[in-house]
């Protein structure tokens, strides 16, 4: 088992709607981090999560420490919000432990 | 533009070739990690500095694979003898060190191609 688990892997929406990928992770962790990489493959930080929950324009994080879950909220998507979505924690050392991402689709 | 740049964006070599890569991170960030990212998965660390100093190497860092930061400001990471199984996206991030988690910012990354 992975120990950070990203859902769902593909998500094709319209429009308007309203999106949620959830992380889950299995260790101990000092912060969470949500990214972006485009097609391209840059990446580009959203959030870095410790407690609670941050807004961000039409994005929204959230996290509970006690069920070791976060979510990555995504209201009135738009076809510029298709890219995959990354959530990473980070644990006692250096390193970021990286999900596997979730690709998001948009359509007009 | 502040951020992390890396240099090339892409590189296409033939097998047994070496490659240099550079990264260099925001000016005022002390660390700086490189990563690996193959198709469709999530990036993979490699290898960290903090100031000049190599902290930490993954297994993944074969003895093939070398990293430098010799003043503590920009990186090279070389490829002695590409493989195949060297192609992938290699991406630079940098942060600053302080109490409490620090935000990583990541470069453009360069796509490696080795024919």
Known sequence: ?108 | DTGVSQDPRHKITKRGQNVTFRCDPISEHNRLYWYRQTLGQGPEFLTYFQNEAQLEKSRLLSDRFSAERPKGSFSTLEIQRTEQGDSAMYLCASSKKRVGPETQYFGPGTRLLVL
Request: positive net charge.
């Open chain 1, 1 to 108: 088992k992975n120990e950070v688990e990203q859902s769902p892997q593909n998500l094709t929406a319209q429009e308007g709607e309203f999106i949620t990928i959830n992380c889950s992770y299995s260790v101990g962790i000092s912060a969470l981090h949500w990214l972006q990489q485009h097609p391209g493959g840059g990446i580009v930080s959203l959030f870095m999560l410790s407690s609670g929950k941050k807004k961000h324009g039409r994005l929204i994080a959230t996290i509970n420490i006690q069920e070791k879950h976060s979510s990555l909220h995504i209201t009135a998507s738009h076809p510029r919000d298709s890219a995959v979505y990354i959530c990473a924690v980070k644990g006692s050392n250096y390193q970021l432990i990286w999900g596997a991402g979730t690709k998001l689709i948009i359509k007009p």
